[in-house]
């Protein structure tokens, strides 16, 4: 604590404020190049207000690629085949509370200099650290096999090769992908995107032709309704491929490739257009996920369908579900949905290599080359992938990504609440943390969430026992097992939530000397004295992610 009386030591070098040390170097560094009072209040050559905005265009919008996976297509073509339009409000809470955490995760990396892995090494004691990192990494291993299996089925839907081939060749388009960056990675990026739009234009199309009901839309939209065989669990399913875990470590650390003025307005400003951003990409991507639901919905419950059709939509996967686009495209549906679906999985790759590289680097303070993180997380994803294709088929793929869905919204609380915690504390944000409606608001939705988790895990998993066919005895040793697993579960979500954070990340402002400042720079009056310098966070080491400008 003592490091934090010091005062701001002024030294040559780069126009920039230095990011905050966690590791106990509290002391500001104040660059004294180019110095002027009102870059204090406005920045070095601020643009004034919107003009400002497409400078910090990018992060919001590569995450909201994560929202567009296979995973999430996936769980809406089941939730509208199944459900029909029942758990539309599924779609709108869940997204609604993404854009709030997303935003959460954005301000806690621009108001800290630190995004939320590193910060989570710096608060946790070295065994909840290396727990955290452990799920963090399984959660970006779960996130990648709606993507590997999502490329099988497009491969197949293409070339017809059996699937458990396409999750083989799944490793080597991934080499490809990242080896086709070296040529551009924004050009890259911006032609999967557009790709994964055309999909969104079909099923906006197919939308328009088949009209779902408008009425019954919106009741499923604002309503929450239950109701029906597995629908908790499609719900949780939804949950899980809409707010996933890694998109938080991920936001936070992106937003530090940008530069932010040095100045409390250009913090205040960043995070509003981070903001905006967030809500622009999320607003789209909740569109599309409304389209699919309600194609799938609309489609699977018309009374003129064939028996193939019927047989499709009692079990609809990303492999069987380019029927429903056959009123836009005709002949050509297969084709253009398994490239767009290709797209999307691919695109999720990118986010998906970003998120691992980020949590690693910030757990363990370790880098590795891109290729190589991607190339064993893929791996390690490709293994359940493969086995359930052998055995189960195109069915049993489809059910493991459901099952991948799942075991994101379990683990979210694991990240969800170090956010919420960090980004509602004086110590973490200093004057930048969350208002009290953001705390509430944010913390009612998050309990929901984890309490949806706990109570369906706990009443499907005893449901099992009851109408398991195994042995009494099996079913004693599994429920030793498991039980065990589930209380420690619970006991962990729980000192994470009542654990008082003790790490101070936070530097507040110091005071401008008067008489040394106006020696540092000639025609400052006193009204510019007392001013606060706001420490901004830029990233040296982040700057090179390859984002839109």
């Given at each position: 604590m003592a490091g934090m009386q010091n005062?701001?030591?002024?030294?040559?070098?780069?126009?920039?404020?230095?990011?905050?040390?966690v590791s106990g170097n509290t002391t500001p560094v104040i660059n004294s190049k180019d110095f002027d009072h009102q870059d204090i209040i406005n920045g070095p050559d601020q643009k004034p207000g919107w003009r400002n905005f497409f400078s910090f265009?990018?992060?919001?919008?590569?995450?909201?690629?994560?929202?567009?996976?296979?995973?999430?297509?996936?769980?809406?073509?089941?939730?509208?085949?199944?459900?029909?339009?029942e758990l539309l409000w599924v779609i709108l809470i869940g997204l609604i509370f993404a854009l709030v955490i997303q935003s959460l995760a954005a301000n806690l990396g621009v108001s800290t200099g630190?995004?939320?892995?590193?910060?989570?090494?710096?608060?946790?004691?070295?065994?909840?650290?290396?727990?955290?990192?452990?799920?963090?990494?399984?959660?970006?291993?779960?996130?990648?096999?709606?993507?590997?299996?999502?490329?099988?089925?497009?491969l197949h839907i293409l070339f017809k090769i059996p699937v458990w081939v396409g999750v083989l060749l799944t490793g080597f388009s991934t080499l490809l992908l990242l080896g086709l960056q070296k040529y551009g990675v924004r050009k890259l990026e911006v032609l999967i995107a557009i790709l994964v739009f055309v999909m969104a234009g079909c099923f906006f199309g197919e939308m328009s032709y088949v009209k779902p009901p408008a009425g019954d839309v919106l009741k499923g939209?604002?309503?929450?309704?239950?109701?029906?065989?597995?629908?908790?669990?499609?719900?949780?399913?939804?949950?899980?491929?809409?707010?996933?875990?890694?998109?938080?470590?991920?936001?936070?650390?992106?937003?530090?490739?940008?530069?932010?003025?040095?100045?409390?307005r250009g913090v205040n400003d960043a995070c509003k257009f981070f903001l905006i951003e967030s809500g622009i990409a999320l607003f789209v991507a909740f569109l599309i996920n409304v389209s699919v639901i309600a194609v799938s919905g609309t489609v699977c419950s018309a009374k003129n369908l064939s028996g193939d059709e019927l047989d499709r939509c009692s079990d609809l996967s990303l492999?069987?579900?380019?029927?429903?686009?056959?009123n836009v495209l005709g002949k050509s549906s297969s084709t253009l949905y398994a490239i767009a679906l290709l797209a999307s999985g691919q695109s999720s790759t990118i986010t998906g290599t970003y998120a691992g590289q980020f949590i690693m680097q910030g757990f363990l303070e370790l880098r590795m080359r891109k290729w190589l993180r991607n190339l064993i997380t893929r791996c390690i994803a490709i293994t359940p992938s493969l086995i359930v294709s052998i055995i189960g088929g195109s069915s049993g793929a489809g059910r493991l990504i459901i099952i991948a869905s799942m075991i994101l919204s379990f683990e979210l609380p694991f990240a969800l609440i170090p956010l919420l915690k960090f980004s509602s504390t004086t110590i973490k944000m200093g004057p930048h943390k969350n208002s009290l409606i953001i705390i509430v608001f944010s913390w009612v939705l998050g309990l929901m969430i984890i309490g949806i988790n706990i109570y369906y895990l706990s009443t499907s998993f005893v449901d099992w026992l009851i109408h398991s066919t195994l042995p009494?005895?099996?079913?004693?040793?599994?429920?030793?097992?498991?039980?065990?697993i589930m209380a420690i579960y619970v006991l962990s979500v729980i000192y994470l939530m009542f654990r008082k954070d003790a790490v101070v990340t936070f530097i507040e402002p110091t005071k401008l000397d008067a008489s040394a400042q106006v020696s540092m720079e000639s025609g400052?009056?006193?009204?510019?004295?007392?001013?606060?310098?706001?420490?901004?966070p830029f990233?040296?080491?982040?700057?090179?992610?390859?984002?839109?400008?």
């Open positions: 005062e701001p030591r002024v030294i040559g070098g780069s126009n920039r404020i230095s990011a905050i040390d265009v990018g992060p919001g919008f590569l995450v909201s690629l994560a929202y567009l996976d296979p995973g999430n297509l996936e769980t809406d073509l089941q939730a509208g085949a199944n459900h029909r339009y630190k995004h939320l892995a590193e910060l989570c090494k710096a608060e946790y004691p070295i065994v909840v650290k290396y727990c955290l990192w452990l799920l963090a990494e399984i959660a970006v291993i779960a996130a990648d096999i709606p993507e590997v299996i999502g490329t099988a089925f497009a939209m604002f309503i929450p309704k239950l109701s029906g065989h597995g629908a908790t669990g499609d719900a949780i399913a939804l949950l899980g491929a809409l707010v996933m875990p890694h998109n938080l470590f991920l936001h936070s650390a992106l937003v530090l490739s940008r530069k932010i003025p040095n100045s409390v492999d069987s579900a380019s029927f429903l686009l056959k009494k005895v099996a079913n004693v040793f599994i429920g030793i097992l498991v039980f065990p400052e009056n006193d009204n510019d004295r007392g001013q606060e310098l706001r420490n901004v990233r040296e080491d982040l700057a090179d992610i390859p984002l839109p400008q």
